[in-house]
């Protein structure tokens, strides 16, 4: 089979498809032939700034090709979606079942990953900001594949104002025709009118704006990798509070509220409460021109890879 990755850290030049051997499933895994492999902000940041090479995780979705030990629930054969955290670009990649999840009838693979992880991730982060009805809720990287999700969230949930953030103007109507009231540049002197909560998916640099966007006693939500700094002193002005936001963490801790959330994200899909949107499909050999577009900001949505010839 064929899979991609790298030996030394570095931009996108640095990936390289090799044939390898196809894995076997352990205790509790599930071989997936992969028909769509999501490409996620967090996996282009490993490559360019992790210490030392780690296998490209990220989402997958395909047919239970094999199944290991213990493995409950599923089949081969069966459609399944789920993270995978060692080497997912490559034409078959192995998921824990418990990561796992079926793809409705009426979804496709590529839908499948624009929506799952996406989608949780932007719930999760959403819920973590305890929503009252009628606040104001500003969302960065807006035009990601995540914020699309969470700008949607924000809407159905009752928000007053959905604001975006995004980096450049071109992606206004973008995000615009998903909801969005107001939109502002990352560069903007100011962001408007102050807001309830902050849905940060950049870090970095943009968390001194994103906190001084807040009205009093408002709450930011971090669950960016991009790590970064934040003044205590602008947090004591404004009576405000930090969250950090993990999906891993509900995953493995609260499984049921995992499920529960799992279940309704596809009930959203169904109604169309929840569109996700995919900005490009790319076939796996071309990987370094998805994490191209992602490092560059030109993506509205969700990058995908297709394994298939």
Partial sequence: MRRVRYEVSGGPEVLFTEEAPVPEPGPGEL?????????????????????????????????????????????????V??????????????????????????????????????????????????????????????ASAVGTLTLQYAKAGGASRVVAAISSADKAEFVRALGADEVVLYGDESWGDPVDIVIDGVGGELLGPAVRALAPGGRLVAFSSGGGTIDAHELLVRSASVIGFQMAAIARGKPEVYARWLDELWELHRDRTLRPRVFVEIPLAEAARAHEIIEARRNLGKVVLIPRD
Avoid: Q, W
Wanted: aromatic letters at 4%.
């Fill in 31 to 79: 071989l997936v032939r992969n028909e769509a492999v999501g490409v996620t902000l967090p996996a282009v940041r490993k490559v360019r700034e992790g210490a030392e090479p780690v296998p490209l995780s990220g989402e997958v979705a395909g047919t239970v090709a094999a199944v290991g030990e213990g493995v409950t629930g599923f089949a081969v054969g069966d459609r």
């Fill in 81 to 142: 979606t789920g993270l995978c955290f060692s080497h997912a670009y490559a034409d078959l990649a192995l998921i824990h079942h418990a990561m796992a999840s079926a793809i409705p009838d009426r979804a496709t693979s590529v839908e499948a990953v624009a929506l799952v992880r996406s989608g949780l991730v932007a719930r999760g982060a959403y819920e973590a900001g305890r929503p009252r009805p009628h606040d104001a809720v500003l969302v960065t990287a807006a």
